[in-house]
């Protein structure tokens, strides 16, 4: 399960790497394209703009899986161990419970977005639109983990 | 449903809730109140606020820090401020500011200035005797310079969700950065005078140090002058400056400083992702929140609130300064920009006030937010990077916020102070 986990993060990492880098390259080559060759490519800015989305939406759960979202954490420090982590399940819980919702969401609106073409690429809406499901479904599988975490320590005596 | 959604959002926030998905739940709890709206309208808001190119700047500018920190050149520049700073009491501290108001030149993210100067300095300050809870309130309180002295990424954000100039913004933020940087030297000075022997000078000023560090330094500022020129010459849209910075970084630290290895790109990438995508979340789900908060009227009903207790340009600057400050210390800036500006900016141009003076003073105060406790987040690197409480530290935080607000005052109620450098260069 562990195994499982830490193949399907680190497929994750490669797959922003390799967007990311192609964002680079994209948005160089339309800076490059309009003064060296007087010729900005029309497709580039759409690519990176839909490569951004999926890179935020991925990248997104791996920082749920290292905390890294932050929030006010003063409430959680001014109650006492037993509240906090009954706090924890609260929260984790309620970003759960809208990940859900943005999964079931963004598969609904795949059937939208397919009958639609991007105006310059001319590529299927849903490629771009894809970035929401796939995303939701990895944030809410690392978000109920945490969840799973907190309510181990609140179930533990210490 | 209103009601739902701006009661909500401070209760979520209370619990604990991560500022990200506060946003987007208090939406959901009041579209699912409200009833009409479908709920398809989460994904597509999310999709529609990052499906964005300026805003791509910020992905960009947070790789560009990270390649100045790992590719030497932030070693590099700090040794040319200590060139410059190391003769005067509190050297260390006025280094720490003097370095993160450079890098603050490449990188447009507070918290990356923070980081890559306070990973330096904060061990150096603690190992020489400074007061731990002052070294990391000034570096906590320098890290805000990062998005005031261009390039800045809620700039970024604000010019592109008010459809406004970046460039100008940008360049409007260096005046105000170099008085803030000053006021924070000041601080420092005056913190050291009844500090003691530990605050004595480190070194003394010698020209063949200054220009040798110099000299050293220079692939790493040319980063900061390809980005800069790029956006007051015209020549580069702000995120296609940001990514010219990137590439010429890497070419630097690979090739002129070689301490950068390709076998270490990889990572950088995921971790500007991550750092990027914690911010880029945000966006999403503000744009959501504020798509909602405007398909409510919400913004008419602020709008006249303001504009009938506002008596003049002045009483309301008053109140929209003093609503910022008091909204940057509970949320993160970006979210503020994307769901308060669109209601802000007409109540402003109604009073007659310039926008790009406006734009900069906004920037300027949320900038302040990245320092004020309890949620800051330039705060929250420096107290890691310190190992201390945000709550130990904050009464050492009280001179820095003090000054910040003066600075804030006179870039209030003197425009020129914002508006006179960027329209010398972009009219």
Partial sequence: MSHAL????????????????VLIATVFYQVIGRYLFNAPPSWSEELARFLQVWIALLASALCIQQSMHLGVDYLLYAVPPRGRAALEVLVHLMVSGFLLLLLVQGIKILDVASVQTSPAMEINMWYAYLALPVGAALMLLESVLKLGESLRALRSPA | MTAVLLFGLPVLFALGVPIAFGLGLATTF???????????????RVFTSLDSFPI?????????????????????????????LGQFRASLAMIAVGATMLISGVSGSGTADTAAVGSVMIPAMMKRGYEPRFVTAIQAAAGALGPIIPPSIIMVVLGSVTNTSIGQLFIGGIIPGIIIGGFLMIVCYVHARRGGAAYEATETFSWSRVWTTFWQAIPGLGMAILILGGILTGVFTATESAVMGVVYGFVIGLWVYRELRLSQIPRMLVEAACRSA?????????????????????????????????????????????????????????????????????????FGIDLLHFGVVVSVNLSIGLVTPPYGATLFVACSIAKMSIREVTPALLPSIFVMIIAQALITFIPPLTTWLPRLFIP
Avoid: C, K
Avoid at chain 2, 30 to 44: E, R
Avoid at chain 2, 56 to 84: N, P, Q, Y
């Fill in chain 1, 6 to 21: 830490g193949l399907l993060r680190r497929a994750i990492q490669l797959v922003i790497i390799a967007m990311f880098a």
């Fill in chain 2, 30 to 44: 009041a579209l699912l109140f409200g009833g009409s709206v479908p709920l398809i309208v989460v994904p597509q």
């Fill in chain 2, 56 to 84: 791509m700047a910020v992905l960009l500018f947070m790789l560009a820090g990270s390649i100045m920190d790992e590719g030497g050149m932030a070693r590099r520049i700090i040794s040319f401020a200590g060139a410059l």
């Fill in chain 2, 278 to 350: 914690i911010i880029l979340i945000i966006i999403g789900t503000a744009g959501l929140f504020g798509w909602l908060v405007a398909n409510l009227q919400i913004p008419t009903v602020v709008a006249r609130f303001l504009q009938d207790h506002s008596a003049n340009w002045i009483v309301f600057m008053i109140l929209v300064n003093a609503l910022l400050l008091l909204l940057g210390m509970f949320m993160e800036s970006i979210a503020v920009i994307i769901i308060l500006m669109p209601i802000l900016y007409p109540v402003a141009q109604s």
